[in-house]
């Protein structure tokens, strides 16, 4: 598939490139954020930016695991690389992978000439940790799925957008379904889904009865649209046998 064109996030990142401020790019895991980071470093390449003046990590590929519990060394390996008498970007791709990256983070926004740029789950970068430690000093980009409209530019054949649109209601817009077959973008959609409950809420908020997690996560799902609340849950699980406290879990 060829790349698609975010124009809006885009002309967000080139409204705020040399703003004495952290971008930080969130959004549900395989949203496009990562890629919407790459097309703006093309975009500064494009705009005669030197190579020594650009460092791209992204701590989710093998080579940058060294790097996950020692911030304070990776804070040097990117200031050597970079040629600071002239203005530097930094892009961090799912910095929550380092052990304290908000101290990365505010390290490099506080060095002179260097615009940084982050990426990561919504979990993390959200988190108290990272506003407490950089407030006033960062602007969230929350960035989406495809929307409708880019959903079309994934298409071949516009002439009939009531069938497409259809389409996208039934599979979305994550942008990851449209290199696959057809018979396979079911089982991506339930995989990212499962990344998402189990990694950014499961584990991030240390439930410890798995069990109970995942029944009050399918009960969550059964009730969108209908108000909800703790004593609903619990007095579902009595009608079924089953007892559930939430202080025990969460």
């Known amino acids: 598939m060829k790349p698609i064109d975010r124009k809006n996030y885009m002309n967000t990142l080139i409204g705020l490139r040399d703003k004495n401020l952290i971008k930080v790019l969130t959004g549900v895991r395989r949203c496009g954020k990562s890629t919407v980071m790459h097309m703006f470093r093309e975009y500064l390449m494009a705009d005669r930016v030197e190579e020594n003046q ?85 602007i969230n980009i929350h960035i989406l799925p495809f929307s409708f409209k880019e959903f079309l530019l994934t298409q071949d054949d516009i002439s009939r957008t009531d069938l497409l649109f259809a389409r996208y209601i039934d599979s979305g817009g994550m942008p990851g379904i449209f290199e696959l077959p057809d018979s396979a973008v079911k089982g991506y959609i339930e995989n990212v889904i499962q990344n998402i409950i189990k990694k950014d809420v499961l584990v991030r908020n240390n439930w410890r009865n798995e069990e109970h997690f995942y029944k009050t996560t399918a009960f969550l799902f059964d009730s969108i649209g209908s108000v909800v609340s703790p004593k609903k849950i619990t007095n579902t699980f009595k009608n079924n046998q089953q007892t559930l406290n939430f202080s025990q879990y969460c």
């Open 54 to 138: 650009i460092v791209f990590m992204n701590f989710e590929t093998l080579e940058n695991h060294k790097w996950l519990s020692d911030f304070e060394g990776l804070y040097y390996h990117i200031i050597n690389q970079l040629d600071l008498s002239k203005k530097c970007y930094v892009f961090l791709d799912e910095v929550q992978q380092i052990t304290y990256f908000e101290r990365l983070i505010d390290g490099l926004y506080v060095k002179p000439n260097i615009d940084v740029y982050v990426t990561g789950s919504n979990a993390y970068l959200l988190s108290s940790e990272l506003g407490t430690l950089l407030t006033g000093r960062y």
